[in-house]
């Protein structure tokens, strides 16, 4: 699959059973950290991110229809940068 091609999954493979076969050294560590650079990263940056923004949205909405009362009362500026959040 090209998803597999692109990961590279066959070359975490290799690399995992090289380790479980010879033995562990920082070489080894370094190519199979590098292999894994796009799971980290998604887990480490993509998600967090994605969680961080999300809940950012949630307040703009919260704090503009509650606390502002209604995006005060039908500011253009207020309702703009929402609309742009949401888009």
Do not use: R, Y
């Amino acid at each position: 699959m090209e998803l597999e091609q692109d990961i590279g999954l066959d070359a975490i493979t290799e690399d995992i059973e090289e380790i479980e076969d010879d033995g562990f050294d920082l070489p080894k560590l370094a190519k199979t950290i590098m292999a894994f650079k796009i799971v980290l990263n998604l887990i480490f940056v993509a998600l967090p991110w994605t969680w961080f923004s999300w809940l950012l949205w949630v307040w703009n909405i919260v704090f503009n229809s509650w606390l502002n009362k209604g995006w005060a009362e039908g500011n253009f500026w207020l309702l703009g940068n929402t609309a742009f959040a949401t888009l």
